[in-house]
């Protein structure tokens, strides 16, 4: 009971009864019958005794402790019925060959696991464009225990990552532990450890991500990284001449795209760029190549072999002063 029914309760107990007008401010003593009108005066409440109030209590709580025993009788019954149905379902167990890890906490826990038991080697894409620093410092703590226990890293970026400061900063800050390359665009978020544990997202705004260790995917996954590594350039080192004056790296990548049939929002999203610098770059390239329209601008790319022209890449890995930490935000 509030302060004020005990008090008036309390009062009933010691004196035998109370004015009606004295539980006025409590109605829950009368709707809970512990008081209720005295027979030879109604303008006063007389209490229901203390053993009254305990027996009906106890009456109330027995009452549901038989409703959750039946509750339970009626689950055990039915899991008892499935499970004598004699099928060969069996619940995935920890350490499955897939995982499916559902919100943040489960997946930075699989994470810190991972990189705790990691011994030699992490691969790491990261898609997007200029990475936030919210985003770098995520899994630093992961990063910094990787570099301590001079396990190798690689990373492969989008080439739009080279103009963001605060990842120049954080590799600084990671030392000479990691190489880093970049592509034109790269696939959906990957991160592998020592070759036999991956995890990618497995929704769009990667609150939910999959534990893979089955060997022929995560050999897939390698084999995915090691082709795109090859074709990518080192962070350190300038991106390829297009060999037509005036068209950008950038530039070319997008008319490459534009030849494919993509509408700008989609072209912004796969090169790691906002849909208004995708736009900006697209009438730069209009003006260049003397192009009045969308299509006249695509004749314009194939006239010119924009998109046949070819980059070339090093061969030989570039050591880099550090490291983002694998992340899957």
Wanted: charged share 25%; proline share 5%; net charge neutral.
């Amino acid at each position: 009971m509030c302060g004020a029914g005990d008090r008036v309760y309390s009062r009933a107990i010691r004196r035998g009864r109370v004015p009606r007008e004295e539980a006025q401010a409590v109605p829950c003593l009368l709707e809970l019958a512990l008081l209720h009108p005295d027979p030879d005066d109604m303008d006063w409440l007389v209490p229901a005794s203390p053993q009254e109030v305990m027996t009906r209590l106890l009456r109330g709580v027995y009452a549901e402790v038989s409703a959750s025993q039946a509750r339970v009788g009626d689950a055990v019954s039915a899991f008892e019925w499935y499970a004598g149905l004699g099928g060969r379902v069996q619940a995935p167990a920890e350490g499955a060959a897939i995982r499916v890890l559902d919100g943040l906490p489960r997946i930075q826990a699989a994470m810190d696991a991972a990189t705790e038991a990691c011994t030699s080697e992490v691969l790491t894409v990261q898609p997007g464009g200029i990475r936030r620093q919210d985003e770098l410092s995520e899994g630093l703590h992961r990063a910094l225990d990787l570099r301590r226990r001079g396990i190798r890293m690689r990373d492969l970026y989008t080439h739009v990552a080279r103009h963001g400061q605060g990842l120049r900063n954080y590799m600084e800050l990671m030392g000479d532990a990691a190489e880093a390359r970049t592509l034109d665009e790269v696939v959906e978020r990957l991160i592998l450890f020592d070759r036999t544990v991956a995890f990618i997202p497995a929704n769009s705004d990667r609150t939910i991500a999959l534990e893979l260790r089955h060997p022929a995917l995560v050999d897939y996954l390698v084999t995915v990284f090691e082709r795109l590594w090859r074709l990518a350039v080192p962070i350190t080192s300038t991106l390829p001449s297009t060999g037509i004056e005036g068209i950008t790296h950038r530039e070319r990548s997008i008319a490459a795209l534009l030849a494919e049939g993509h509408q700008d929002a989609v072209i912004a999203e796969r090169l790691g760029i906002s849909v208004r610098t995708c736009r900006a770059h697209i009438a730069r390239l209009s003006e260049t190549l003397g192009a009045a329209s969308r299509t006249q601008l695509g004749v314009r790319i194939a006239q010119t072999g924009l998109i046949e022209t070819t980059q070339s890449t090093e061969a030989a890995p570039i050591r880099m002063s550090g490291h983002e930490s694998p992340t899957l935000r």
